[in-house]
């Protein structure tokens, strides 16, 4: 039990540090310079393009859930009958 945990660890431990190095770091650049600020705008376009995706995915979801859900009830069928209907009397006898 004590080895797979021991093991488990040492591989997240060596993935973490992967992902640290890939990561690139805008330290390196004088704040003031121009290198500095185009890393970190490339930074925070890649974060927001990514969170932006996935929003659109989550909301896409959303709106087909809730498109099943309107289709499975009664109640499109009486918006459509309203919205044919001239004046109220003939909404009330179909």
């Known amino acids: 039990m004590k080895t797979s945990q021991f093991i488990t660890s ?3 431990i060596f993935l973490f540090s ?7 770091d805008c330290n390196k650049f004088d704040k003031l310079s121009k290198d500095y600020a185009k890393c970190t705008s490339e930074k925070l376009k890649d974060k ?3 969170k932006a995706n996935e929003l659109k995915v989550f909301t896409s979801e959303k709106i087909n859930d809730g498109k099943k ?3 499975s009830f009664k109640l499109k069928e009486k ?6 209907s001239k004046t109220a009397k003939e ?4």
Not at 18 to 24: F, Q, T, V, Y
């Open 10 to 12: 040492i591989i997240i």
């Open 18 to 24: 992967i992902s640290l190095s890939l990561a690139e």
């Open 69 to 71: 859900k309107f289709n």
């Open 79 to 84: 918006l459509l009958k309203f919205k044919n």
């Open 91 to 94: 909404f009330a006898e179909k």
């Open 48 to 50: 927001t393009s990514k």
